[in-house]
């Protein structure tokens, strides 16, 4: 998929520049490829076009639930649509929260992934300390959920919050510590304490600099 992306996202930029006096069109359009076996296009365009996502319906969202099929389709839904969607108003709390309650496991990760676009401004978040409250009644629904993806989700929403208001999180996760995966708790604390998921991998994977040779580093007659 990685080496699909650039070419994917230049066909949804095409699309959305095709739509661009018509969004309502591209709503169609992104819903119509979703629904017919290329998700990853049809979520695409609506990363290219954010403002489109104000023009969608919640029946229309919710409609795209089921084409959820691996972490990837999941985490493109949840982050140029749901996510941003519930942002502006268009999904409510509500929404989000029985999603959480879904046997299918890619809606539940979903509600998870929906909380990034409120917190991480590169999503386009624009509250000064993220949106607390919404974030953690979500992790909280899901806090005994083993899954390995809601797990992974689970620290994925916490660590992003985790920028915006640690002592939010810092006190959900000492409150909660006994039900936490220890996976969640490394991570976030990790975070916490580094800014990192995972220093230890991140050093490990750092270039070490070359010592200098002994040419360089002699000084001049």
């Given at each position: 998929m990685a080496g699909r992306v650039p070419r994917i996202r230049a066909q949804a930029r095409a699309i959305a520049r095709e739509h661009k006096?018509?969004?309502?069109?591209?709503?169609?359009?992104?819903?119509?490829?979703?629904?017919t076996g290329n998700d990853p296009l049809g979520f695409?365009?609506?990363?290219?076009?954010?403002?489109?996502?104000?023009?969608?319906?919640?029946?229309?969202?919710?409609?795209l639930l089921p084409v959820l099929s691996g972490w990837c389709s999941t985490d493109c839904f949840g982050s140029f649509i749901s996510g941003v969607a519930w942002r502006?108003?268009?999904?409510?709390?509500?929404?989000?929260?029985?999603?959480?309650?879904?046997?299918?496991l890619w809606t539940r990760r979903a509600a998870l992934v929906s909380t990034v676009p409120l917190n991480q401004p590169a999503r386009g978040a624009t509250a000064p300390r993220g949106e607390a409250r919404r974030t953690l009644a979500v992790c909280e629904r899901l806090i005994d959920d083993r899954e390995d993806m809601i797990v992974k989700g689970l620290s994925w929403a916490l660590r992003v919050l985790a920028v915006k208001d640690p002592e939010a999180v810092v006190a959900f996760v000492d409150k909660h510590r006994e039900r936490l995966a220890a996976r969640v708790i490394r991570e976030t604390n990790n975070k916490l304490r580094t800014g990192l998921k995972n220093p230890k991998k991140a050093k490990a994977a750092k270039p070490h600099?070359?010592?200098?040779?002994?040419?360089?580093s002699a000084r001049k007659p």
């Amino acid at each position: 998929m990685a080496g699909r992306v650039p070419r994917i996202r230049a066909q949804a930029r095409a699309i959305a520049r095709e739509h661009k006096h018509a969004p309502a069109t591209l709503v169609d359009k992104g819903i119509e490829l979703a629904l017919t076996g290329n998700d990853p296009l049809g979520f695409e365009c609506f990363r290219a076009a954010p403002k489109a996502v104000a023009l969608m319906s919640p029946a229309q969202i919710q409609r795209l639930l089921p084409v959820l099929s691996g972490w990837c389709s999941t985490d493109c839904f949840g982050s140029f649509i749901s996510g941003v969607a519930w942002r502006q108003g268009v999904l409510t709390d509500q929404h989000i929260l029985a999603w959480t309650r879904s046997e299918h496991l890619w809606t539940r990760r979903a509600a998870l992934v929906s909380t990034v676009p409120l917190n991480q401004p590169a999503r386009g978040a624009t509250a000064p300390r993220g949106e607390a409250r919404r974030t953690l009644a979500v992790c909280e629904r899901l806090i005994d959920d083993r899954e390995d993806m809601i797990v992974k989700g689970l620290s994925w929403a916490l660590r992003v919050l985790a920028v915006k208001d640690p002592e939010a999180v810092v006190a959900f996760v000492d409150k909660h510590r006994e039900r936490l995966a220890a996976r969640v708790i490394r991570e976030t604390n990790n975070k916490l304490r580094t800014g990192l998921k995972n220093p230890k991998k991140a050093k490990a994977a750092k270039p070490h600099k070359r010592p200098p040779t002994r040419a360089k580093s002699a000084r001049k007659p």
